[in-house]
């Protein structure tokens, strides 16, 4: 697996657990548990940009990775 695949697999990733995250806090009546939740889910979604950031990075450096 190429780093460019690792990237896109850990953006597609962190994608995925930001929703789950949602949907966790959607099904608790519990504030404080919802809190919890969409706050690890803004988290994740945080850190997204920059790994798209660094997708951008690897795919204008590294020759090979461009289409």
């Given at each position: 697996m190429?780093t460019?695949?690792r990237?896109?697999?850990?953006?597609?990733?962190?994608?995925?657990?930001a929703?789950?995250?949602k949907?966790c806090?959607?099904?608790?009546?519990?504030p404080?548990?919802?809190e919890?939740?969409?706050?690890?889910s803004q988290?994740?979604?945080?850190?997204?940009?920059?790994l798209?950031?660094?997708?951008g990075?690897?795919?204008?450096e590294?020759?090979?990775?461009?289409?």
């Amino acid at each position: 697996m190429t780093t460019k695949n690792r990237i896109e697999e850990a953006i597609a990733q962190a994608e995925l657990l930001a929703g789950q995250l949602k949907t966790c806090a959607l099904d608790t009546d519990v504030p404080s548990v919802r809190e919890m939740y969409n706050s690890m889910s803004q988290q994740v979604e945080e850190i997204i940009p920059k790994l798209r950031g660094r997708l951008g990075h690897v795919v204008k450096e590294e020759p090979q990775y461009r289409n």
